[in-house]
């Protein structure tokens, strides 16, 4: 199979992904602070690399997918005081509800999911590696900080020349610091917050360390493939580079890949401006059957280093055209399934735009144009392939039926008033046939007269 291309935020260009050890590939992603459920926006970052991951297995390598949670964060403290729980019950609950919205996405486990409150060990260590090496130092105050004009590379990621770096952008200024850049390593324990013990007293990781720490633990360095959303280029990832190259480990990523922002009225998403929907609440909206995969589809038929916009129109519109999709498969029943031939028409174009940066625009019009060619040939062949390309990147599993049908329609009968509208029409009494029809179309159930009398129904 022809290469993958990768735009690497490291160079800013695409680049062939070739893994340190040939057929293996290594992936890891900054995964949620579990203090509060997340936003969509932030799904679009998980969903992304749940693609990535597919694909990279569909591409032939044997894939350590890492997603790490961080569960000891200042933001953690302090909604668990505003709530009265103890930091640890909030960040379980909140593990557990990210995990339960992710598979509401059909995004697959992570095949390691460490938690940094198991690695704090192993971050002490590497903060006495940094302090041995110049590049560590212990405050008044009982913090340890890293010293950033003591690492030459500093910025190589980010692009930012750190002359041009201000004091109080995004980064805190404390008098402790011998340079407002500098970055906490370990913080000192502060009354009634968690803390752990270590050689520079009682106290807890700094945010950026855990990433360093937990990458290296469970897939080594280099890490093939390192991601996030474009936010957490500077200065989380900046200051990951820092940490793990100062210690050693060179290079601590071969590649870098960012995700762009999930907008709200062409504004950045966030929890911070307050202008964000969580995904439980998009969800929840939603049809319980279709609403994860067309969320998903929304998510995904962007380009992911491309921002695009959140609102109720454009999510419709993507279930309206995954339904179309599930309406080709129900159509065209799929014959069994075979090997992709990925050297002969729409699978070659799909693998090389997906190949190429992950183009899942271009992907998504190769399977347009697929199911189009279903429609007008009825061949169970085409159907069987248009299912099997979606499938590689999570997309058109479900039953065609139970898919359009969507989740209980409750009280009502659909199929007894479809049968009532039916006789309806054989008894010529069109004004009750067209009565049931509306009264179908207000619950959000669309009917499909067919040849043969037969009448099919899926939801709006």
């Given amino acids: 199979m022809p290469s993958l291309q990768i735009f690497n935020t490291l160079s800013r260009s695409k680049e062939p992904f070739v893994p340190h050890r040939p057929g293996k590939a290594s992936l890891y992603v900054c995964g949620p ?4 459920l997340i936003h969509i926006g932030n ?20 894939v350590t997918y890492v997603r790490n949670i961080t569960d000891i964060d200042d933001k953690i403290i302090e909604r668990a005081k505003e709530k009265g729980v103890a930091f640890g019950e909030l960040a379980e609950s909140m593990a557990t509800a990210f995990r339960e919205d992710c598979e509401r996405l059909s995004l697959l486990p992570p095949d390691r999911e460490p938690r940094a409150t198991k690695y704090v060990d192993a971050m002490l260590g590497l903060i006495a590696t940094l302090e041995s090496k110049g590049l560590a130092y212990r405050a008044d105050n009982g913090d340890v900080y890293y010293s950033v004009r003591d690492f030459a590379g500093y910025g190589k990621l980010s692009r930012r020349n750190l002359d041009d770096l201000r004091a109080g952008e995004r980064v805190a200024v404390e008098a402790a610091k011998r340079d407002p850049l500098d970055f906490a390593l370990w913080k000192a324990a502060k009354p009634g917050e968690p803390s752990w013990p270590s050689a520079y007293g009682a106290g807890r990781p700094g945010w950026h ?13 280099p890490v093939d493939l390192h991601g996030g959303a474009v936010d957490l280029q500077f200065p989380h990832h900046e200051n990951e580079v820092a940490q793990s190259e100062g210690a050693g480990h060179v290079p601590f990523a071969r590649c870098w890949m960012h995700g762009a922002f999930l907008n709200m009225d062409s504004e950045k998403m966030s929890k911070s401006l307050g202008n964000f929907h969580t995904l439980r609440d998009v969800l929840g909206q939603l049809d319980a059957v279709q609403g994860g995969e ?9 380009h992911y280093r491309s921002e695009i916009n959140f609102s109720w129109d454009t999510l419709a519109d993507a279930g309206n055209t995954l339904r179309g999709f599930y309406t080709a498969l129900r159509e065209v029943p799929p014959a069994p399934p075979k090997a992709i031939d990925w050297d002969a028409g729409y699978a070659k174009r799909f693998r090389d735009a997906m190949n190429d940066d992950f183009d899942t625009p271009i992907a998504f019009a190769v399977l347009h144009e697929l199911r189009t060619e279903v429609n007008r040939t009825k061949s169970a062949e085409l159907s069987a392939l248009l299912k099997a390309l979606g499938g590689t990147i999570g997309f058109l599993q479900a039953d065609p039926e139970t898919f359009l049908q969507g989740a209980s329609t409750g009280a009502l009968d ?8 039916n006789a309806a029409k054989k008894a010529k009494d ?6 049931i029809r509306k009264e179908l179309e207000a619950a959000g159930i669309v009917l499909e007269d067919k040849p043969g009398g037969i009448t099919e129904w899926r939801r709006k």
């Fill in 33 to 36: 602070t579990v203090y509060d």
């Fill in 43 to 62: 799904a679009r970052t998980f969903t992304t690399f749940d693609m990535v991951s597919r694909w990279l297995r569909v591409s032939g390598f044997d």
């Fill in 209 to 221: 360390i855990e990433c360093s720490a937990m990458s290296a633990g469970e897939v080594g360095t």
């Fill in 294 to 302: 067309s969320t998903r589809f929304f998510l995904l038929r962007g």
């Fill in 414 to 421: 659909v199929q007894a008033r479809i049968d009532e509208r």
């Fill in 430 to 435: 069109f004004p009750k046939a067209d009565a």
